[in-house]
């Protein structure tokens, strides 16, 4: 597991499953059951809100089996504006999130076909890496950013760990932004589970709080250019906090007998 101290180690839902839900900022009771919804009328990614279901016993070790056994929604993710969506052998990610009383909880899954990570002293979003920022709102003053390298090509010196305070609370900014994570290799590519605090952007950890969520997935092969997948459809969000989807803090999430890995509710 990693830590601050830097300890080192090295889609869609079929059938019955258990699936959080997503719901309009505005929490009206659903008016349509069934049906496409008109263009005009779709949501806009800031207008909905991911309500994350609270689990209990997920250890930060890499293993997603427990994550898997919860049944939770696996987000992809898509090419960010202005970047490529490849093959799915080249390039591909989803994420799952919950939370506990620890806090976040993110489980990221990246489908790459050729490691390339970033040399000691080089910015770690530039090469194969992923990014977690987290934030009081999509409007809000308090966020923090998380920069993960694997640690899992050949080259690699092991995981690296980058930080970025972007919080305007003086008092907040007395603690330097904490995670805990560990970073496998897998078959595909490779996972990184984390456990991200929430008193450090100034909310509380319980059922109904709300903030603000983004994952980025860097990839960058031989020489080209790095590409970048999000879970928001946009990058930039060092700079822009919208660049981020808006997430509340749930209760267990309720079964569904469908393929759907996601349930939009919309108002009358």
């Known amino acids: 597991m990693h830590s601050m101290k830097f300890r080192v180690s090295i889609g869609l839902l079929f059938g019955l499953c258990l699936c959080a839900s997503v ?3 505005d929490d009206k009771p659903a008016g349509r059951e069934a049906g496409e919804v ?9 207008e909905i809100i991911y309500e994350v279901p609270q689990l209990e016993a997920i250890q930060i070790d890499g293993d997603d089996r427990d994550w898997v056994m919860a049944g939770l929604t696996t987000y992809p993710l898509v090419a960010a504006g202005g ?12 994420v799952r999130i ?7 909880l993110v489980c990221v899954d990246v489908r790459d076909d050729h490691a390339l990570e970033a040399p000691l002293g080089q910015p770690i979003y530039d090469y194969d890496s992923i990014e977690i920022f987290i934030a009081d709102s999509i409007t809000g003053k308090e966020k923090v950013q998380f920069l993960i390298n694997p640690g899992i090509s050949k080259d690699a010196n092991g995981s690296q760990l ?28 490779y996972r990184v589970e984390a456990v991200i605090p929430l008193d450090q952007i100034g909310i509380d950890t319980q059922i109904g709080t709300e903030l603000a969520a983004q994952v980025l997935v860097n990839d960058r ?8 997948y999000a879970w928001f459809p946009e990058a930039d969000t060092h700079r822009m906090t919208k ?4 997430i509340r803090l749930g209760v267990r999430p309720h079964t569904l007998a469908t393929r759907d890995a996601v349930t939009v509710e919309y108002p009358s």
């Not at 919950?98 to 976040?104: F, M, N, P």
């Open 23 to 25: 719901v309009w900022a």
């Open 38 to 46: 008109p263009p005009d009328k779709q949501p806009q990614p800031q």
């Open 83 to 94: 970047y490529q969506q490849r093959q799915p052998d080249d390039q591909a990610a989803t």
């Open 98 to 104: 919950a939370w506990d009383e620890r806090g976040l």
């Open 162 to 189: 980058d930080t970025r305070d972007f919080r305007g609370n003086q008092e907040l900014k007395r603690k330097s932004p904490t995670i805990t994570y560990e970073a496998v290799a897998t078959d595909w590519g």
């Open 221 to 228: 092969d031989s020489d080209k250019t790095r590409n970048v």
């Open 243 to 246: 660049h981020m989807h808006r």
